[in-house]
Antibody
Framework: EVQLVQSGAEVKKPGESLRISCKGSGYSLTNYWISWVRQMPGKGLEWMGRIDLSDSYTNYSPSFQGHVTISADKSFSTAYLQWSSLKASDTAMYYC????????????WGQGTLVTVSS | QSALTQPRSVSGSPGQSVTISCTGTSSDVGGFNYVSWYQQHPGQAPKLMIYDVSERPSGVPDRFSASKSGNTASLTISGLQAEDEADYYCCSYAGSYIWIFGGGTRLTVL
């Protein structure tokens, strides 16, 4: 079974750094991308960016470019989303989702990681 | 890019049909046949329901259908059931390896 398992909930203070993870299992890494999607409390889904796990090539939504960094470790079948300096407005649920090469949809999705940023 | 436009809410009684619209531009919905739809129940991760405008993944009931005309895509759910009550999001490819979601629609089964 193809699965994406995300790291657990985080509570951080403004200005702190954070990296959350998304580990894939049940499929080969080649020809798959991982996207990250933000869902702020009570709000809709926002596509943040993606990474190709085979070569770590990334691209970002203009709304998130420069605010987050997406990376990956192919040897661990894991993608990461990181912040160098969190803000209260980063409080949200973050989902990872798989995109098969050549497709334009996301399936499956991880269970989500809740990030809370509060002083 | 701005979020695709969806109605905030729709409702219907069990057995009825509802349609959710998703309006974008010629740079996203209208420019590519790459619209997908996701169902999200409270507290759960989104689930793929439709891809490539009108294709259903295996396991998705055929009560779910979708189409596109110009810059507007539509998801129709026929024979509404209580378990269909959820939030629905459209998503479109927008070129240059960028994707954009709609604002989401809350479906209430009366």
């Amino acid at each position: 079974e193809v699965q994406l398992v995300q790291s657990g909930a985080e509570v951080k203070k403004p200005g702190e750094s954070l990296r959350i993870s998304c580990k894939g299992s049940g499929y080969s890494l080649t020809n798959y991308w991982i996207s990250w999607v933000r869902q702020m409390p009570g709000k809709g889904l926002e596509w943040m960016g993606r990474i190709d796990l085979s070569d770590s090539y990334t691209n970002y939504s203009p709304s998130f470019q420069g605010h987050v960094t997406i990376s990956a470790d192919k040897s661990f079948s894991t993608a990461y989303l990181q912040w160098s300096s969190l803000k209260a407005s980063d409080t949200a649920m973050y989902y990872c989702a798989r995109r098969v090469a050549g497709s334009n949809w996301f399936d499956p999705w991880g269970q989500g990681t809740l990030v809370t940023v509060s002083s | 890019q701005s979020a695709l436009t969806q109605p905030r809410s729709v409702s219907g009684s069990p057995g009825q049909s509802v349609t959710i619209s998703c309006t974008g531009t010629s740079s996203d919905v209208g420019g590519f046949n790459y619209v997908s739809w996701y169902q999200q129940h409270p507290g759960q991760a989104p689930k793929l329901m439709i891809y490539d405008v009108s294709e259903r993944p295996s396991g998705v009931p055929d009560r779910f259908s979708a189409s596109k005309s110009g810059n507007t895509a539509s998801l129709t759910i026929s024979g509404l059931q209580a378990e269909d009550e959820a939030d629905y999001y459209c998503c479109s490819y927008a070129g240059s390896y960028i994707w954009i979601f709609g604002g989401g629609t809350r479906l209430t089964v009366l």
